[in-house]
């Protein structure tokens, strides 16, 4: 067991278990907690992998603000402090079934396909961060200009949208 | 030392929890939660296929990082509906929200 | 020689004595790891206790009395007075608090303060780690501060809490547009995202980016200020206003983490000012390490006597006003002076082929004059736009003392 993996092991088992917390505990303001830890542990995931910086602008766009719009959302839309009631639908259980179904074919299609079993190909480490060259990709016309124009563009739409629709009438 | 499908089994998890999380929660918040799940495991599926075949190309990178755009744009209207809704209708379970229901 | 480089030295002297022990060399490479994220992590608590100090005498002499000057030699030892009387108060938790989240929030702030430090280049090669995106992980880790005074306020079961922190946060996300933005621009002139390489950058006297983009500088000191909460935008733990804000219910050692948080984060962004925008270490003789951290102190402490000194001096401002001057005038200068640097950066190198001339800082100064001189011409304009106060001319009633009455003639006669 080299240590990278059991730094991976340890990684995956935290994301895990936060994100099965997120989606199991009752009280909303602990779910949105347990987001932050398991996209802390994404970011965690992405330094694993060599993508440094991808697993900041993880931490700046997820943690630093949808996170936070999670919290205030969850802050704004109850009446009282406490929680009340179960947090589960009546067909809970088939939605757990229907998880672990899937789950499992995912696992066997993986495990069955010949490549998987690859390991991670070595590369000098001053080709593979190199920011400077993702900044010129995302603004080269045979590069990926449109894709980046076209996110641009629904980020527009969405600011536009998000106060429209939450504008208070009154 | 790491092959490949450890990453792809941790991304397929994290999405299975995330499809959990949004068929079974009642809390609308909560399950934009689990749909911000999802779309992380998707991300953790792309980088992982991008440094394990194509390391010295960009496209996975920029992949994701369109993603994260994507994400965001939807976390924000998502919840300025469920604000909006819960101005009208003072709750926000899901299953309370049947007006054009049949 | 040796002696001007004592990290190394002492680097060096500790690695041979384990390998004399028979460690792996693993091992030996993270007790190193651990030594430096020790030292660099304890110099950080360590000299907040000066800067209190320091802090509480500088605001006295500005407002013409003396400070602390009982505890100690000149007061030295107040801020060790304090924190023991903190440390030795009752620890409350709020009845109905979220506990675990209660005792989360004053340790997420002030590890998000001190996860900063690992970037910041004390002198050539003294830095905790190099990261090539070492702007933007100083972003990241400011949004844990944020997530931590929200979590603060929400836990406390206290609904002047909860206000107080959604203000709070709506501050913080506010400012931190503007402050982004304003990073950019060293990020730009230096063309790398590194905090080494930023300070390598601006290797003379002229160029160091303060003349290259003064109003971004002045951008982002004043958004950092209002990041870290302080006068003149501290509305939100004012006692006069909100009580505490979103800490009322801390006391005792939780409260004390809190507050050494938030002067450390006032000297953090010093410190990051005068990283990004003076030249950081550099200075002259800096090739010996220990000179380029006497440097760096030096102007580390000019810049956070600035921001006493904005403290002490400034009134605070109104909530609403704090919005507008973010939104209305901060946010758009700001991208001004990206989208105007970025062209004319790109201009200078076109046309001089190179960007090490002395033609770089003075094309990019002039241009900063003259968007500041454009701004104050429009500001003029909107002011004169505005319908002038209405002085009051009317009279008001005003008390006056009862007239003595006119004596009733005398009854009889």
Not at chain 1, 136 to 162: H, K, M, N, Q, T
Request: charged share 15%.
């Amino acid at each position: 067991m080299t240590p990278i993996q059991v730094l991976f092991i340890l990684t995956s088992l935290s994301l895990l278990v936060s994100a099965f917390m997120v989606v199991t505990t009752r009280n909303l303001v602990r779910a949105a907690l347990w987001l932050i830890s398991s996209l802390f542990m994404v970011a965690v995931v992405f330094v694993l992998l060599d993508a440094g910086f991808l697993a900041v602008v993880q931490v700046v766009v997820y943690i630093g603000a949808i996170a936070i719009l999670f919290i205030f959302a969850v802050m704004l839309t109850r009446k009282v402090m406490q929680d009340t009631g179960p947090q589960s639908n009546s067909q809970w259980w088939v939605a757990g079934l229907f998880s672990l179904l899937l789950f499992g074919g995912l696992s066997w299609i993986i495990l069955g396909w010949g490549g998987a079993a690859q390991t991670v190909p070595r590369v000098t480490a001053g080709d593979l961060d190199n920011i400077s060259d993702l900044g010129r990709a995302l603004v080269d016309p045979a590069g990926y200009v449109v894709p980046f124009e076209v996110a641009s563009v629904l980020l527009l739409a969405a600011l536009i949208g998000a106060i429209v629709v939450a504008w208070d009438r009154n | 030392m790491i092959p490949l499908s450890w990453y792809l089994i941790l991304a397929a998890g994290l999405f299975c929890l995330g499809l959990y999380g949004v068929l079974a929660r009642k809390n609308a918040v909560a399950i934009l939660m689990g749909i911000e799940l999802m779309l992380n495991a998707v991300n953790i599926n792309l980088v992982a296929f991008w440094r394990y075949q194509h390391p010295l190309e960009l496209a996975g990178q920029v992949f994701a990082i369109i993603v994260f755009a994507v994400s965001a744009a939807e976390v924000a209207v998502g919840l300025a509906l469920v604000i909006s809704l819960y101005r009208r209708r003072r709750s926000v379970v899901a299953e309370n929200m049947d007006l054009l229901r049949w | 020689m040796g002696i001007l480089d004592p990290i190394s030295l002492i680097a060096d002297w500790l690695e041979g004595l384990f390998m004399g022990w028979g460690w792996p060399a693993g091992l030996v490479n993270l007790v190193m790891t651990f030594l430096g994220v020790f030292l660099v992590a304890n110099f950080g608590m360590l000299y907040v206790i000066f800067l209190i100090w320091l802090e509480r005498k500088l605001a006295a002499r500005m407002q013409d009395r003396i400070g602390p000057n009982r505890v100690g030699p000149y007061g030295l030892f107040q801020t060790i007075a304090d924190i023991l009387k903190l440390f030795t108060k009752e620890d409350t938790t709020p009845d109905g608090a979220d506990k675990v989240i209660f005792n989360l929030a004053p340790i997420l702030a002030v590890v998000s303060v001190l996860m900063i430090w690992a970037v910041v280049p004390f002198a050539e090669g003294w830095i905790g780690t190099d990261l090539n995106v070492g702007v933007l992980y100083i972003v990241a880790v400011g949004s844990f501060g944020i997530v931590a005074t929200l979590i603060a306020g929400w836990s406390s079961n206290n609904k002047f809490a909860l206000l107080g922190a959604f203000r709070t946060v709506a501050q913080l996300v506010s400012y931190e547009v503007p402050m982004v933005l304003s990073l950019l621009v060293p990020v730009l002139l230096a063309r790398n995202m590194g905090l080494g390489s930023i300070v390598e950058a601006q290797s003379s006297w002229y160029s160091i980016f303060f003349f290259m983009a003064p109003i971004a500088a002045l951008i982002f000191f004043i958004s950092s200020i209002a990041e870290v909460g302080r006068t003149p935008f501290d509305l939100l733990e004012a006692e006069s206003e909100i009580v505490a804000g979103f800490h009322i219910e801390y006391s005792g050692a939780k409260f004390a983490m809190i507050f050494a948080a938030e002067f450390l984060h006032a000297f953090t962004i010093s410190v990051l000012t005068i990283t990004l925008f003076f030249g950081g270490w550099q200075g002259w003789g800096d090739q010996f390490p220990l000179v380029g951290w006497a440097w760096f102190m030096t102007k580390a402490m000019l810049a956070y006597f600035t921001v006493a000194w904005v403290r002490t001096t400034l009134p605070r401002i109104r909530i609403d006003h704090m919005l507008d001057y973010n939104w209305k005038f901060l946010t758009p200068l700001a991208l001004a002076v990206l989208v105007v640097t970025a062209l004319l950066d790109r201009l200078i190198i076109d046309g001089f082929g190179t960007d090490n001339t002395p033609w770089r800082p003075a094309i990019l100064f002039a241009a900063n004059l003259l968007i500041g001189w454009v701004t104050v011409v429009l500001l003029r304009r909107r002011a004169a736009q505005r319908p002038p106060r209405q002085v009051v001319g009317a009279p008001r009633p005003v008390a006056r003392p009862p007239q003595p009455e006119a004596e009733p003639e005398a009854a009889g006669d």
